[in-house]
């Protein structure tokens, strides 16, 4: 089975990254962080081939790769597979936004394949 997401998941996702990112580096730094996420760290961390191995294909003829990543974040927080403490303990092992960023959707991404199959 593969996913079929949809924008409505993708805000929500949005918001999530953005939360467990900052609240991550907030453990990380010690100090406190407020971090906006940007689409060109999301557009280069995960490829579209691992995408494909968890999202139908018509999904990206209607939505950009960085939308069906964070639309991803919210189907796993929201079916359970994943938890918000899990997300930001694995953002917090980042030592900056990038590699907070892409330890949270690798682990998302982990997650989703083994759930699925």
């Known amino acids: ?3 079929v997401l949809n924008k409505a998941y993708a805000q929500l996702g949005d918001s999530i990254l953005n939360f467990v990112v900052s609240a ?3 453990f990380a730094l010690k100090k406190p962080c407020g971090i ?3 689409d060109k760290i999301l557009r280069r961390i995960i490829t579209k081939e691992e995408i494909l191995s968890i999202v139908e294909k018509t999904v990206f003829t209607e939505m ?3 939308d069906i990543l964070e639309a991803l974040i919210a ?3 929201l079916k359970g597979i994943v938890s918000i403490d899990e997300l930001i303990e694995e953002a917090a092992k980042g030592a900056d936004v990038e590699e907070s960023t892409k330890r949270v959707l690798s682990k998302i991404v982990h997650k989703l394949k083994v759930k699925l199959t």
Do not use: N, S
Request: hydrophobic residues 45%; aromatic residues 14%.
């Open 64 to 66: 950009e790769k960085e």
């Open 24 to 26: 991550g580096l907030t």
């Open 36 to 38: 906006k996420v940007a």
């Open 75 to 77: 189907y796993a927080w």
């Open 1 to 3: 089975m593969k996913l």
